[in-house]
């Protein structure tokens, strides 16, 4: 049971590391164009926050395809650990959840701060018609239920 919690999050991770890796050119442009977009005469403040250097781009997207592929292999490792360790004691197990309890805590952790960041700027969100409070729920919720799941130990007595 705990181990089938574990499937849906790995795909998904997997999913969005070759999705994400295939329309690279369109994540560029889409994070060039928030990045970009509050200079001081479109917003009215004082401050420039708008930033140009397309290498900040670069390693935005990219950073974002590694964290989908780290979440995504520490998750699948962590279900091979548990489909070969079914038959040892209930001790034992616990050890090997290891590599999944980490990939889904990073996966909630990165999900959480990255999107929620972009999220929290309200201003470019709307600005952009984006709104990354639906990916944070549809991606971290899962994720959660497992981390709770697989955490939970239940007594077969």
């Not at 919690?5 to 590391?17: K, S």
């Not at 917003?43 to 974002?64: E, F, K, Q, Y």
């Not at 209930?90 to 999944?100: L, N, S, V």
Request: one cysteine or more; hydrophobic letters at 55%; aromatic letters at 16%.
């Amino acid at each position: 049971m705990q181990t089938a919690l574990l499937i849906p999050p790995a795909l998904r991770e997997w999913i969005n590391t070759l999705t994400d890796a295939v329309q690279i050119n369109n994540e560029v442009e889409f994070l060039a164009k928030v990045m970009g977009f509050p200079t001081p005469e479109n917003t009215g403040s004082v401050i420039n926050r708008a930033i140009d250097a397309s290498w900040v781009v670069h390693c935005g997207v990219w950073s974002l395809v590694l964290m989908h592929f780290i979440t995504a292999a520490l998750i699948t490792w962590g279900i091979v650990e548990l489909v070969f360790h079914l038959h040892v004691s209930e001790q034992q197990f616990q050890i090997y959840k290891t590599y999944a309890q980490l990939g889904l805590c990073f996966g909630i952790f990165f999900y959480t701060f990255f999107f929620g960041f972009m999220a929290s700027d309200v201003f470019l969100s709307f600005m952009h018609g984006a709104s990354f409070d639906t990916s944070i729920l549809v991606m971290v919720v899962p994720m959660g239920f497992a981390l709770l799941f697989l955490n939970t130990r239940f007594n077969a007595k």
